[in-house]
């Protein structure tokens, strides 16, 4: 929605964490004796519930809390959560609610055309960015006021953590110029 | 265990190894094969076993409780029945079968006879047997061990020595359907002493049975529409014991009787009679002094299978006498036969009279099976002094395991162990995700996710209870089968969607069926 600037990047958003409350107390063995795809971690407390159709796995507690991740955009998430609520409703539990619905983390890559020369990237970006090649190959940068963190790998791809979807396309364009900069020209 | 096969599976296993060993048995006249079929059904015993104890145990608090003991025995019956009903468990006989080894030494030459006679067939329905074969360097003959717990009837092939756990030996000459029945062992009681008076006479002695002086009936066993025809041979290991012959002829030409062995000649005259269909086995006739051994040497072949030669005789020289009881129904005469001398013609013949050494050969080939009230082998009715349980086609056998448990839903009561696979499945996820090729479109919903969060406590909250078709698990219906494992764990792995199952001592129910199991291994993909 937000215009790339001249070149069309594809931002390819892998995996969208949530969170929602059913405001009522669930009964963790309950579940994870009748539910279906269910995985019960008792020393956790927390029951793993897998659906397919929307492809995600969410994380149970039995004070409702209830964490879904693994869907690939915003509103999969979404009609996955609501999906599972439905799933809790159904064994049972009448009172789940949905609830403070919130995307927490959205990860996606996106692959610049260009490689890039990180140690220069490093240099010019002093504060927000670090790198440390013996720890990890690539690049962290920062970006405090959209809380997005940034990995910029030497071959060109990028990946982005963001609390949104929104956040990970300003997060891009903000690195892209940076990144445009130090970028290794064929010799 | 390994998931046990359906009685289709079983019986081609059974005909595969029975003829592999067969043929180096052929080969090699002093080998002897025990061929291990796999195929034995613990489940029936367990149940049984089950049965029992639960009974037991509440046997006191019944008393206690003032319950009369008939309203247990009712309670056991409606278990028993309702097992039975379910045909859940393949062979869950209310009589318990006295379990017995019951070995089957087979002649060297009985190679060709089994072949064509191809796998022992046990009727549909009846317990799975177990055959064993191995290579015994001392025996002569493949050696079939046949599991307990196996049903009646059951038929055995001809030129197959039956030797139960007691170690009394049984020659079938002819093929033999094995039943129970209540009255046979009256039937030989006479016979058998008879037997026993003949053979304190004849110790010692060569006797020689002239062809067409010794008519040899038979008692017959049962027939077969196979118009197969054995000769059960029992060796005793005493004279003065009871001794059994228990032949069954059918359809055997009639020839003259001319089985002729003195005794401590180690070779076999051979017979000419009662010739056996072709494919059947041979009678055997060994005599050994103290013990009685009758062979019949390539008689009931139409194929020329030598003789027992002395090895064989000498290892049977372990084994106890074998006595023939011939009753064959064209002739009302039963006359005794020696120990050396093994009458070849099948006469037919009440059992209730004497009965007669000799290989049974059926001399006629309308002969008819006696009926089955004059089953011979009996299991627990037999009170012979020294046969006990003769023809119990029992022996060991294998606990089948079970694999590939696939798509079975446990219902246990286990606890899965855990991992910390939150973190875990986050970072699995995303690493899948990144390995998954995924393009979508840049979406980039704006302020959705935000401007919704102060409303979707009110909108949210409605359309949920509302939306039934938000959630359509369907998929998951299709899993409710009837297929269920009680079992234990020993570890239960899972990779991204892949699970690994390992399970240990249970019981499943799949296809109608009840399985037990020590240990199983099931992968499966979710």
């Known amino acids: 929605m937000e215009p790339d600037n001249d070149v069309a990047l594809d931002i390819i958003i892998t995996n969208v964490v949530c969170v929602f409350r059913t405001r009522c107390h669930l009964n963790l063995r309950k579940i994870a004796l009748e539910g279906s795809n269910v995985i019960y971690k008792r020393d956790f407390g927390k029951v793993l519930m897998k659906l397919r159709k929307p492809k995600i796995t969410a994380s149970i507690w039995s004070s409702g809390k209830i964490i879904c991740a693994g869907a690939t955009s915003e509103e999969d998430a979404k009609l996955g959560a609501r999906r599972l609520a439905r799933c809790l409703q159904k064994l049972g539990f009448k009172v789940v609610k949905f609830t403070e619905f919130k ?6 890559v996106c692959t610049m055309p260009f490689e890039i020369r990180l140690p220069e990237f490093t240099k010019s970006n002093r504060p927000l960015a670090s790198y440390e090649p013996e720890l990890h190959p690539a690049a ?15 071959t060109g791809s990028i990946t982005v953590t963001a609390p949104s979807v929104q956040f990970i396309g300003t997060a891009i364009e903000q690195i892209y110029p940076l990144v445009f900069e130090c970028r290794k020209t064929r010799t | 265990m390994k998931i046990p096969v359906s009685e289709v599976e079983w019986r081609t296993k059974t005909e595969a190894s029975e003829t592999e060993p067969l043929k180096t048995c052929g080969k090699n006249k002093t080998a002897a094969c025990k061929m291990m079929m796999a195929n034995s059904n613990p489940v029936p015993k367990l149940y049984r076993s089950i049965i029992e104890d639960v009974i037991e145990g509440v046997r006191e608090i019944f008393a206690d409780e003032g319950v009369e003991e008939q309203v247990l025995k009712d309670l056991q ?16 006989v209310k009589d318990t079968l006295n379990p017995s080894n019951f070995v089957l030494q087979l002649p060297a030459n009985f190679s060709q006879a089994l072949q064509k006679t191809a796998s022992i067939v046990i009727p549909a329905g009846q317990n799975v047997q177990n055959f064993t074969t191995d290579m015994n360097s001392t025996g002569t003959s493949a050696t079939f061990t046949l599991p307990p717990g196996v049903g009646y009837p059951v038929q055995i092939p001809a030129g197959v020595t039956l030797q139960t756990s007691s170690g009394h030996l049984y020659k079938v000459n002819v093929p033999v359907m094995v039943t129970r029945a209540p009255g046979g062992q009256r039937i030989l009681q006479q016979p058998i002493q008879h037997l026993a008076e003949q053979r304190n006479q004849v110790v010692g002695q060569a006797s020689i049975v002239h062809p067409n002086t010794i008519p040899v009936q038979a008692t017959v066993i049962q027939g077969f529409p196979s118009q197969r025809k054995e000769v059960f041979q029992q060796c005793s290991t005493q004279p003065l014991l009871q001794q059994q012959q228990l032949v069954i ?11 002729q062995q003195p005794i401590g000649i180690q070779q076999q005259v051979p017979v000419s009679q009662v010739l056996m269909q072709p494919n059947d086995c041979e009678n055997h006739k060994s005599v050994e002094t103290p013990r009685y051994t009758q062979q019949q040497a390539g008689v009931i072949q139409g194929s020329g299978t030598p003789p027992l030669t002395s090895d064989q005789l000498s290892s049977l020289d372990d084994i106890p006498d074998l006595q023939q009881f011939i009753t064959n129904q064209s002739s009302d005469t039963i006359e005794m036969i020696h120990k050396d001398g093994g009458g ?13 050494y000799g290989d049974a050969k059926t001399s006629n080939p309308e002969y008819e099976v006696e009926c089955s009230s004059q089953v011979m082998i009996q299991t627990k009715d037999f009170n012979y002094n020294a046969i006990e349980d003769i023809l119990q086609l029992d022996g060991t056998y294998d606990t089948s395991s079970d694999e590939d448990v696939g798509n079975m839903r446990e219902v246990g009561g286990n606890e899965f162990v855990g991992e910390n696979e939150f973190m875990g499945a986050i970072d699995t996820e995303d690493l899948k ?15 959705d ?16 209870n509302s939306g039934d078709d938000v959630s359509e698990q369907d998929v998951p219906d299709l899993f409710d089968t009837d297929n269920v494992i009680v079992c234990q764990y020993d570890k239960i792995h899972r990779s991204k969607n892949r699970w690994k199952f390992y399970l240990k001592d249970g019981v499943m129910s799949f296809g109608g069926k009840d399985y037990a199991f020590s240990k199983a291994i099931g992968e499966a993909e979710w």
Request: charged share 30%; no cysteine; hydrophobic share 35%.
């Open chain 1, 103 to 108: 995307v927490v983390n959205v990860l996606a």
């Open chain 1, 140 to 154: 962290l940068y920062r970006i405090k006021d959209i809380k997005a963190t940034l990995q910029v790998f030497s």
């Open chain 2, 77 to 92: 019956k409606m278990w028993e029945s309702k097992i039975m009903q379910s045909k859940a468990v393949e062979g869950f």
């Open chain 2, 249 to 259: 002829g059918q359809g055997v030409q009639p020839r003259p009787a001319a089985i």
């Open chain 2, 344 to 356: 070849g013609q099948g006469v037919g013949v009440e059992t209730s009279s004497k009965s007669e």
């Open chain 2, 433 to 447: 995700a990144l390995e998954e090729d995924r393009s979508s479109s840049t979406e980039k919903s704006s302020s």
């Open chain 2, 449 to 464: 996710g935000e401007d919704d969060e102060p409303r979707v406590e009110i909108i949210e909250e409605d359309p949920l």
